[in-house]
């Protein structure tokens, strides 16, 4: 039986590698806090002392992990999954990260003689829990045929986009979009409330057009409730929008909205709100 390693427990991952377990396969866990381990352990998985030791024992190994340090972090050093990935083995990167950090952990496992694919997702917590993340893989044609039953159980779509950095770019172009939702959303949410319209009458009529789409069904409730309970940290979110304004800035495209969208997250971040949802965005906005 072919054994997966996981690298990194937090909200989306701890969903992800619990999936693979439920499915029957062979699954060894890694986290920097070694007690967001036990859940997955006590549901049989096995444990490794290091990335390095992860990615030796493994054949595919999966990271996700919050930023491109993070995911630079995991794969470098002496104790990173570079110093074990040797024999060609698979190493999958699923943070969302720009595509010049892809790139580099790319260049690092490649010389290390194991085989590299970027796939980040799309999804927050529920679809992770679920199994119907979107995979957007990209790198070696090879890492990712192996991986597809894997991402068959994680995922409901997983393409194949090309070479490193085309995950990257268009998670990217997908964070980006969502965050200018999620800003002129609890901005026309706003703007109604006090304009003394009913709130859930705005949902109801939203829902009911051609603007429907199933962020606004989850997020709405939300925003009238103001209940951030945590499925996306905002912090994460604002990050991805840097990186893909970043991204217009690199290939001379003025990205006005993105940029405006960003500022909202960043003001956000500054008033406390950096590890709450997403949707407590509107907070700065209302």
Known sequence: MKKFGFIGLGIMGNAMALNLLKAGFDVTVWNRNP?????????????????????????????????????????????????????????????????????SIATTIIEAGGRFLEAPVSGTKKPAEDGTLIILAAGDKSVYDEALPAFEVMGKMSPYLGEVGQGAKMKLVLNMVMGGMLSIFSEGLSLGLKADLDGQQILDILDAGAMANPMFKVKGPMLLDENYTTSFPLKHMQKDMRLAVDLGDKLNLTLPTAAIANESFKQARKAGAGDEDIAAIYKIIK
């Open 35 to 103: 007690d967001k381990c036990t859940e997955l352990v006590n549901q049989g998985a096995h444990q490794g002392k290091s990335p390095k030791e992860v990615a030796t024992h493994c054949d595919v190994t999966f990271t996700i992990v919050s930023d491109p340090a993070a995911a630079m972090a995991i794969c470098n050093g002496p104790e990173g999954v570079a110093a074990g990935i040797g024999d060609g083995r698979c190493y999958i990167d699923m943070s969302t990260v720009d595509d010049a950090t892809s790139q």
